[in-house]
């Protein structure tokens, strides 16, 4: 198995909600498949056909950001199987036996993945397994088993009703865990991890649990023909999504070789960028800037000594801070412009752009500058104070940049890169 610990570009600092993660996961999963091989499995056509659902949708799961896999195929087949009322399945199956095929289709999916050494997070498949038991109770203690689809408006109504009560209970529950996931990793606030979760949820989390729904109604009511008939789109979802993905890692891909081609003419000292853009994220963490936010945070912060290219030589050891106001201002206006030619990029360079104002005479007067612009300000200044071959301690450095509060750097962003420090942040 190869689980990805951190998300490229952020340091993780805590796993310890990821191990109860696991250990809740998996006590569930064992209990569940006790309590069913105890009881009996019911509806075993159903059973298998969801089950084999679950397992190639974890087999074929995908990236679709830096921080965990996804697998809309295996959480629309899970939820589906949890909601299942009606006239074509007899027996509703039980909770015990709905996480019982859950957790074994799971093992049986991620097999593969790891026998070809692809990337695969327990961590992340154990959150689901969770919240697909979460939504079987939900909907098994408001919707007795006499209740089924039947053509009926007064039975559709409640169901549909507790179907959308079992799925928002599930993505809720992923919601809460993976904010306080972020928050322990990335000491990002807990309400900004929490409305980025729910942002995740929104656009991708509800597909997968509708798509569930539609499963579930289908298969109740005409039976195993319904999962291919509702399951194609979802398949073309994910093609497309595939290729997001694909795309965003070409994207980073060229923003970090331009940013190394600073490092390759000597305007940089080697790591130099990557170092300057991990303590920005750290700082735009703390801050709780949106996911798009810290995107652009991160590419402004690499490219940040781009426009350096177009002067006559060389800072000694990358050291911008040597440099003149007017050069290093000049040098920010030409990196802003050669990025604004990507046609792509332009909030990166509006980033960029201010990135070497001082706070007095820009951010303090102008709310228009954004504070990522006072991120990348710091992080550059602080990285070279304290990064390599530069010899000051970090309570040096701090005491430096303390210095210019106020009148060179923002007030928020230096009390912010405190924090970031005083919790143990090292290059």
């Given at each position: 198995m190869?689980?990805?610990?951190k998300?490229?570009g952020?340091?993780p600092?805590?796993?310890?909600?990821?191990?109860?993660?696991?250990?809740?996961?998996?006590?569930l999963?064992?209990?569940?498949?006790?309590?069913?091989a105890?009881?009996?499995?019911?509806?075993?056509?159903?059973?298998?056909?969801?089950g084999?659902?679950?397992?190639v949708?974890e087999?074929?799961q995908?990236?679709?950001?830096?921080?965990?896999n996804?697998?809309?195929?295996?959480?629309?087949?899970?939820?589906?199987?949890?909601?299942?009322?009606?006239?074509?399945?007899?027996?509703?199956?039980?909770?015990?036996?709905?996480?019982?095929?859950t957790?074994?289709?799971?093992?049986?999916?991620?097999?593969?993945?790891?026998?070809?050494?692809l990337w695969?997070?327990?961590?992340?498949?154990c959150?689901?397994?969770?919240?697909?038991?979460?939504a079987?109770?939900?909907?098994?203690?408001?919707v007795?088993?006499?209740?089924?689809?039947?053509?009926?408006?007064a039975h559709?109504?409640?169901?549909g009703?507790?179907?959308l009560?079992?799925?928002?209970?599930?993505?809720?529950l992923?919601?809460?865990?993976?904010?306080?996931?972020?928050?322990?990793?990335?000491?990002?606030?807990?309400?900004?991890?929490?409305?980025?979760?729910l942002?995740?949820?929104a656009?991708?989390g509800?597909?997968?649990?509708?798509?569930?729904?539609?499963l579930a109604?289908?298969?109740?009511i005409?039976?195993?023909?319904?999962?291919?008939?509702?399951?194609?789109?979802?398949?073309?979802?994910?093609?497309?999504?595939?290729?997001?993905?694909s795309?965003?890692?070409?994207?980073?891909?060229?923003?970090?070789?331009?940013a190394?081609?600073?490092?390759?003419?000597?305007?940089?000292?080697p790591?130099?960028?990557?170092?300057?853009?991990?303590?920005?994220v750290?700082?735009?963490?703390?801050l709780?800037?949106t996911?798009g936010?810290?995107?652009?945070l991160?590419y402004?912060?690499l490219l940040?000594?781009?426009?350096?290219?177009?002067?006559a030589d060389?800072?000694?050891?990358g050291?911008?801070?040597?440099?003149?106001?007017?050069?290093?201002q000049r040098?920010?206006e030409?990196?802003?412009?050669?990025?604004?030619?990507s046609?792509?990029?332009?909030?990166?360079?509006?980033?960029?752009r201010?990135?070497?104002?001082?706070?007095?005479?820009?951010?303090?007067?102008?709310?228009?500058?954004?504070?990522?612009?006072?991120?990348?300000?710091v992080?550059?200044?602080?990285?070279?104070?304290v990064?390599?071959?530069?010899?000051?301690?970090?309570?040096?450095?701090m005491?430096?940049?303390?210095?210019?509060?106020?009148?060179?750097?923002d007030?928020?962003?230096?009390?912010?890169?405190?924090?970031v420090?005083?919790?143990?942040?090292?290059?």
């Amino acid at each position: 198995m190869r689980a990805s610990t951190k998300a490229e570009g952020h340091e993780p600092e805590g796993f310890g909600s990821g191990v109860v993660i696991l250990v809740a996961g998996a006590v569930l999963g064992v209990v569940s498949t006790g309590m069913t091989a105890h009881r009996g499995v019911t509806g075993w056509p159903f059973a298998l056909t969801f089950g084999v659902l679950i397992a190639v949708g974890e087999m074929v799961q995908f990236r679709v950001d830096r921080s965990r896999n996804r697998a809309p195929i295996a959480t629309s087949a899970a939820l589906g199987y949890c909601l299942l009322r009606g006239p074509d399945v007899p027996v509703p199956p039980e909770v015990a036996q709905i996480v019982a095929v859950t957790t074994i289709a799971t093992a049986i999916g991620v097999l593969p993945r790891i026998i070809a050494g692809l990337w695969w997070d327990a961590v992340v498949s154990c959150r689901r397994l969770l919240s697909v038991g979460a939504a079987a109770v939900v909907f098994a203690a408001i919707v007795p088993n006499d209740l089924a689809w039947d053509g009926s408006v007064a039975h559709a109504l409640p169901l549909g009703g507790a179907m959308l009560l079992a799925v928002s209970s599930a993505a809720g529950l992923d919601a809460v865990v993976g904010a306080g996931q972020v928050t322990e990793r990335y000491s990002k606030p807990f309400p900004a991890a929490l409305r980025d979760e729910l942002g995740v949820t929104a656009r991708i989390g509800m597909a997968m649990a509708i798509s569930g729904m539609l499963l579930a109604a289908g298969t109740s009511i005409v039976g195993l023909w319904a999962p291919p008939l509702v399951l194609v789109p979802l398949l073309f979802t994910q093609f497309a999504f595939r290729r997001y993905s694909s795309a965003q890692r070409t994207y980073r891909t060229t923003v970090r070789s331009m940013a190394r081609s600073t490092e390759i003419a000597g305007f940089s000292s080697p790591g130099q960028n990557a170092r300057t853009a991990a303590l920005a994220v750290a700082i735009g963490n703390d801050l709780g800037l949106t996911p798009g936010r810290m995107e652009a945070l991160e590419y402004a912060a690499l490219l940040s000594g781009v426009g350096q290219l177009a002067l006559a030589d060389p800072s000694p050891g990358g050291a911008s801070l040597l440099r003149t106001r007017e050069e290093r201002q000049r040098a920010a206006e030409i990196g802003a412009a050669v990025i604004e030619r990507s046609g792509v990029l332009d909030h990166v360079a509006e980033i960029v752009r201010h990135s070497n104002d001082p706070y007095r005479h820009g951010r303090a007067n102008d709310s228009s500058i954004p504070v990522e612009s006072g991120i990348v300000n710091v992080a550059l200044a602080y990285e070279q104070l304290v990064g390599e071959g530069s010899g000051q301690s970090p309570d040096k450095a701090m005491e430096s940049i303390g210095l210019g509060i106020g009148a060179e750097y923002d007030p928020v962003v230096v009390e912010s890169l405190r924090r970031v420090v005083g919790r143990g942040f090292r290059f």
